[in-house]
């Protein structure tokens, strides 16, 4: 079990480490985040297919397929304005439609995908239209809009700001999860949610948040300036302009990051003890399934993306 927990890891450390140098050095201007593409969507379709083999072995109505198809129009929705700089372009500033709108568009296309996939069999295959449905849609969404705003976190700013602010928050929130295991271990007591998760205590908590903090101090101080070189981050919000201090970003971005990690951490055990199933999957040998390394990073995207976007680290 420890052999192949180290094995995976290994292998996953090696390929991320890769795809991110060639991000980092090799990089189309304006495109940045193209070579994270296959990262972004092993990621993405990985959890939504655990979700969904969760459901379906809970005897729960889906259809896999539609909700891996829907999951990817989510996740690459974000990634059209980085197609102008390949033809030579730069993405208009006035476009009504902005970055993010595209993540918006990209997830009503992708509801109305299931809805017509459940037109093309309803009355000749099994009854279940809405739970069917219904099922696709929350996979696709929950895997797929925090994936799509990964790509505008990394596409924040200019050169490598945005691929040194994602290090970051992936660091920060993953600190959080060795900081509560090692805290507990060694003086945890008090349950904190045992109906969900027996392992987790209130102590281990605490050293969790503790734990990012002190990791969100360390990546922005030393850290994103030496990934982030010439980069220049986006326009500041004056009345936040505080949190370029490496302190006060850090009292914000440890802390909010650390809970929000633990938010999505619980909200799969919810998922699973639903389900009655103690693993996620099982595409990883000695990890578990996807959604076991994206569990905490899905809950943490959107709060990392709006404090960057506030002036942390700017």
Not at 101 to 118: C, D, K, N, R
Not at 270 to 297: F, H, I, M, Q, Y
């Amino acid at each position: 079990m420890l052999k192949d927990r180290l094995r995976t890891s290994a292998v996953l450390i090696t390929i991320i480490l890769g795809l991110l140098y060639l991000d980092g050095h090799h990089s189309t201007a304006g495109a940045e985040g193209l070579w994270l593409l296959p990262l972004l969507l092993f990621f993405a379709l990985g959890t939504a297919r655990d979700m969904a083999m969760l459901l379906r072995g809970s005897q729960r109505l889906i259809s896999p397929r539609v909700t891996l198809f829907a999951t990817a129009i989510v996740t690459l929705s974000a990634c059209l304005p980085l197609l102008w700089p390949l033809f030579g372009e730069v993405y208009p500033q006035d476009c009504p439609v902005g970055r993010l709108g595209w993540t918006v568009i990209g997830a009503v296309a992708a509801m109305f995908v299931v809805l017509i996939s459940e037109m093309t069999v309803y009355g000749i295959g099994p009854a279940g239209t809405i739970e069917r449905t219904s099922h696709a849609v929350f996979v696709s969404l929950y895997a797929g809009l925090p994936m799509a705003l990964l790509v505008s976190l990394r596409a924040m700013g200019s050169g490598n700001w945005g691929l040194a602010a994602l290090i970051t928050m992936i660091l920060v929130t993953k600190s959080t999860d060795a900081g509560a295991y090692f805290t507990g271990k060694a003086i945890g007591k008090s349950k904190l949610i045992p109906r969900l998760s027996p392992g987790k205590t209130k102590e281990g908590a605490i050293g969790g948040i503790v734990t990012a903090t002190t990791v969100a101090y360390v990546c922005l101080t030393w850290f994103f300036p030496a990934v982030a070189g010439d980069g220049t981050p986006p326009s500041q919000v004056p009345a936040v302009v505080f949190l370029a201090n490496p302190i006060w970003g850090a009292l914000v971005l440890g802390p909010l990051l650390a809970l929000s990690g633990m938010i999505g951490d619980l909200a799969e055990s919810l998922v699973k003890r639903d389900c009655e199933a103690k693993d996620s999957g099982n595409w990883l040998p000695g990890l578990g399934g996807v959604w076991d390394v994206t569990d905490s990073l899905i809950a943490a995207i959107a709060p990392a993306f709006l404090c960057f976007a506030a002036g942390v680290a700017g």
